[in-house]
């Protein structure tokens, strides 16, 4: 089915290791974002992407790396984890920038940092 | 900060009340969108309303948007428990992103 998938879903990992977050989307679409989502704060843009081998930074995107070789998949790298990046992530895909389209949503990977 | 902000933070209501939440956003927008987001999920796109339109209807969901008080309500009619989320506006923020607000927290009670 057609969709935007994370992986994976839970992730319980320690400080000072490296992790990445999968996502994957099969609509072709040419926009992609992570976000974090925390209580008080909301969802903040960490990074995006407007095509394969294209990305920026967020709003937040200190201690993330991201890469785009393919326009399906958009993975999130925290190099070197803190306590501070515990959090629940999600994935986005967009056809089109900024609010002109909906973005659509990944269920989320609820990652917590020991 | 272009963020939208949601009021109330929290809302309880019987079901088949109306519920109505309102959005606050601080800079010019071309378009305002909403979203609702159910316990443990991602979120899922409800409607999309233009600057240059006043209402928006979508099933049960009507929304406004007041770009002179730079405001948007979104009113849901007939609450059922299953509308039981947290609800956001989203704007536009830099050339390609959105900012999300903090979020309406919506129970009903069956």
């Known amino acids: 089915d057609a969709g935007i998938t994370q992986s994976p879903r839970y992730k319980i990992t320690e400080t000072g290791r490296q992790v990445t977050l999968m996502c994957h989307q099969t609509?072709?679409?040419?926009?992609m974002f992570w976000y974090r989502q925390d209580l008080g704060h909301g969802l903040r843009l960490i990074y995006y992407?407007?095509?394969?081998?294209?990305?920026d930074k967020g709003e937040v995107p200190d201690g993330y790396v991201v890469s785009r070789s393919k326009t399906e998949n958009f993975p999130l790298t925290l190099e070197s984890a803190t306590r501070s990046q515990t959090s629940v992530y999600f994935c986005?895909?967009?056809?089109?920038?900024?609010?002109?389209?909906?973005?659509?949503f990944g269920d989320g990977t609820r990652l917590s940092i020991l | 900060s272009q963020q939208g902000e949601e009021d109330p933070q929290a809302l309880s209501i019987q079901e088949g009340e109306n519920a109505t939440m309102n959005c606050s956003y601080k800079?010019?927008?071309?378009?305002l969108q909403w979203y609702r987001q159910n316990s443990g999920r991602g979120l899922v796109h409800l409607i999309l309303?233009?600057?240059?339109?006043r209402e928006k209807h979508s099933g049960r969901l009507r929304v406004t948007l007041d770009t002179s008080k730079k405001s948007s309500s979104l009113l849901i009619t007939a609450s059922r428990a299953a509308d039981t989320a947290s609800y956001f506006c989203a704007t536009k923020g830099g050339a390609n992103n959105l900012f999300f607000g903090t979020g309406t927290r919506l129970t009903v009670i069956p």
């Open positions: 309303i233009r600057s240059n339109e």
């Open positions: 609509w072709s679409h040419s926009y």
């Open positions: 800079t010019s927008i071309n378009n």
């Open positions: 992407s407007a095509a394969a081998d294209i990305t």
């Open positions: 986005a895909s967009s056809g089109s920038a900024g609010g002109n389209q909906p973005q659509h």
